[in-house]
Nanobody, 117 residues
Framework: QVQLVESGGGLVQAGGSLRLSCAASGRTFSINTMGWFRQAPGKEREFVAAITWTVGTPYLADSLKGRFTISVDKSKNTVYLQMNSLKPEDTAIYYC??????????WGQGTQVTVSS
């Protein structure tokens, strides 16, 4: 199994920045990609970003390119989501996940991000 713990959420004013962290533990050698999703109240969970575990190739939702970046620190088994120029519509619970392929997909507990106008 893989355990994921997110941190870094909070309340920020529009235009501000936050960096989310997702620390992985357990069978991290089985991870293929790690990603971030978000779910706003009354909306479906949506893809934000992903990164390949070994090479670190990033993928971002088109609508977030230029404001969000994803990175990985293998020495810490941690993936980061840097969010800049935040907007009220970025308010959501942000979830980290790890895709291990045949061993399944694991999710963190989520971290709340609230952007005030």
């Amino acid at each position: 199994q893989v355990q994921l713990v997110e941190s870094g959420g909070g309340l920020v004013q529009a235009g501000g920045s936050l960096r989310l962290s997702c620390a992985a533990s357990g069978r991290t050698f089985s991870i293929n990609t790690m990603g971030w999703f978000r779910q706003a109240p009354g909306k479906e969970r949506e893809f934000v970003a992903a990164i390949t575990w070994t090479v670190g190739t990033p993928y971002l939702a088109d609508s977030l390119k230029g404001r969000f970046t994803i990175s990985v620190d293998k020495s810490k088994n941690t993936v980061y989501l840097q969010m800049n120029s935040l907007k009220p519509e970025d308010t959501a619970i942000y979830y980290c996940n790890a895709d291990t392929g045949t061993l399944g997909i694991y999710w963190g507990q989520g971290t709340q991000v609230t952007v005030s106008s």
